[in-house]
Nanobody, 118 residues
Framework: QVQLVEPGGGLVQPGGSLRLSCAAS???????????MGWYRQAPGKQRELVAHVTGGGSSYYSDSVKGRFTISRDNAKNTVYLQMNSLKPEDTAVYYC?????????WGQGTQVTVSS
């Protein structure tokens, strides 16, 4: 069983910044290796969409809507993925979900609310 813990959401004004983090852990004895780690988001009334992901080899992908404003990174020693969000816009308001692939299994965080509003 893999657990994803993702603190870091909140309320921020337009143009502001916020950093999300997601730490993956397991109670199963033995090593745990995260493959692709990423972030999705879901706004009210909309489908969940991929925001960004980073592979185990360090290659990253960004959706067009966040490219140039968001940066995804990971710390493999801590099995943690980060999402630095800059120049936030009201349309970035959503619940953000951490997503991790490991040994062909997919895991989801509980979600954290990000609200961009003045």
């Amino acid at each position: 069983q893999v657990q994803l813990v993702e603190p870091g959401g909140g309320l921020v004004q337009p143009g502001g910044s916020l950093r999300l983090s997601c730490a993956a852990s397991t109670r199963i004895f033995g090593s745990f290796t995260a493959d692709t780690m990423g972030w999705y988001r879901q706004a009210p009334g909309k489908q969940r969409e991929l925001v960004a992901h980073v592979t185990g080899g360090g290659s990253s992908y960004y959706s067009d809507s966040v490219k140039g404003r968001f940066t995804i990174s990971r710390d493999n020693a801590k099995n943690t993925v980060y999402l630095q969000m800059n120049s936030l816009k009201p349309e970035d308001t959503a619940v953000y979900y951490c997503n991790v692939w490991s040994s062909s299994n997919q895991y989801w965080g509980q979600g954290t609310q990000v609200t961009v509003s003045s």
